[in-house]
């Protein structure tokens, strides 16, 4: 008999998990797929593209339900699980009842963070997860006015760009003295911004907001400095969290998400996660990638194989205004590092790499990303880097030759 296999959450991870898991033991579960959003997962990455113009609902598209029903998946879009009995294993999904299942996989993703202020319920002020928020933006983008993002992290500057391409026009304000202080030191921030600004983004940093004023819908954002942004449109950025509620009032175990082990099992057996909504050896990735190998890995163990989830090194690649940019590893700098930069502003160019002891801890890139793969290897394989330091910031050409012993030098007869 088949077991009953059923996945909460139908966003990138979830849908991954299934397609693996279809492909490699077909023949073994009877699979049900619960997703709160109406429509079918799709690329929630490209997003960002499709405020911008520059992709289409068609591009954003991953599997029809077609392909669901080829498979045997029963999908059921726009309800939400509201609770888990891990006793009788039944999981309860608003208005459809409930469903017993012999093994559950949770891939709830990540809420979006409002802020604590005042006027954050009013008409005008939106997150940015969904294709239902890009719809608010685009509408929005068309009856004119201004807009202002907070937050300068990778969500709100990709917001403020897909905007300013619409033609709206837009202040991005950010707490932090400069954008994405996690990813980018402040010599590679600096020229983000000054591409930002480029395209007629206003910047106002170290910006606290106080709240969002108006009375029917936003009208400005208020700073605590006292500074009034007029705004028909708030784009709030400021992160997001673990969709963990669910986990939690079933008594899973939870700390920054839903706590997973090395085979991605929550603390209750027949029950994993998967995906941003699980914490990994206390890490909860806010990216893609780590969570298609999560997904890939526990498809693989249902499939009876013996695969370990280690973590993933997390990398950041992004185009703001059409440059590009690449962060990997702990950019944060400790006593005794070595670091190299090289810089040259005007052409918009600037590296930073950070050597710990032998190896390569960080590297950020911004305006030339050729060799982002290059370190991007070197970190996460933890090669020792010393041989080549000084040639390292030249890229893999320069660096892998130096590493090399010397030729032999002829000598004169
Ligand atoms: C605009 C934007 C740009 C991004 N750009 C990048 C990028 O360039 N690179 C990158 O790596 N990552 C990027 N990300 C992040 C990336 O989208 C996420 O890492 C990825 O979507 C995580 O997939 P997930 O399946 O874990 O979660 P989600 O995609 O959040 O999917 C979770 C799904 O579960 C549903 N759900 C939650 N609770 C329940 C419930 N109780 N019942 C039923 N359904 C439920 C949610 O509605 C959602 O559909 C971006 C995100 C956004 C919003």
Not at 67 to 73: D, G, K, M
Not at 99 to 122: C, K, N, Y
Not at 204 to 215: F, P, S, Y
Request: aromatic share 4%; net charge neutral.
């Amino acid at each position: 008999m088949r077991e009953r296999l059923v996945v909460v959450g139908n966003g990138m991870v979830g849908l991954r998990f299934v397609e693996e898991v279809t492909r490699r033991a077909p023949e073994r579960f009877d699979v049900t797929v619960v997703g709160a959003e109406p429509v079918p997962a799709y690329n929630r990455v490209l997003l960002s593209a499709l405020v911008a113009g520059e992709a289409s609902e068609d591009d954003c598209r991953l599997r029809d339900r077609r392909w669901y029903l080829a498979n045997r998946v029963r999908l059921i879009t726009g309800a939400r699980a509201s609770a888990i009995d891990s006793a009788e294993r039944e999981l309860r999904i608003d208005n459809h009842g409930v469903v017993p299942f012999d093994r559950l996989v949770l891939a709830t993703g990540s809420e979006p963070i409002r802020l604590p202020v005042p006027g954050m319920d009013l008409p005008g002020v939106i997150t940015f997860r969904d294709l239902a928020d890009v719809s608010r933006m685009r509408a929005a983008a068309g009856a004119g006015g201004r807009a202002v993002v907070i937050g300068g992290g990778l969500l709100g500057l990709e917001a403020a760009y897909g905007l300013a391409r619409l033609g709206v026009p837009v202040t991005l304000v950010h707490l932090a003295s400069r954008v994405m202080e996690r990813q980018l030191d402040d010599g590679a921030a600096r020229l983000v911004e000054a591409a930002m600004r480029a395209r007629g983004i206003e910047i106002v940093l170290g910006a606290q907001t106080a709240a969002i004023d108006g009375e029917e819908r936003a009208e400005a954002v208020r700073l605590a400095d006292g500074r009034v942004l007029p705004a028909s449109l708030v784009v709030v950025a400021v992160g997001v969290r673990p969709a963990t509620s669910l986990a939690q009032a079933a008594g899973l175990a939870v700390d920054r998400g839903i706590v997973v082990d090395d085979v991605l099992a929550t603390s209750v057996r027949g029950i994993y996660g998967i995906g941003e909504c699980v914490a990994h050896r206390g890490t909860v990735y806010g990216l893609v990638e780590p969570g298609y190998a999560q997904a890939e890995m526990l498809a693989r163990r249902m499939a009876g194989e013996d695969a370990r989830y280690g973590g993933t090194l997390l990398t950041t690649r992004l185009k703001v205004s059409g440059v590009p940019v690449f962060s990997a590893g702990d950019v944060a700098t400790a006593a005794g590092d070595d670091v190299i930069t090289m810089s040259d502003y005007s052409a918009g160019r600037y590296a930073r790499l950070v050597v710990r002891g032998q190896k390569l801890a960080a590297a950020i890139l911004v305006g030339e990303t050729r060799h982002a793969g290059f370190y991007h290897e070197l970190i996460a394989s933890s090669a020792d880097v010393s041989a080549m330091r000084d040639e390292l910031v030249f890229g893999p050409g320069d660096a892998l030759a130096a590493d090399q012993p010397a030729a032999p030098v002829a000598q004169a007869a």
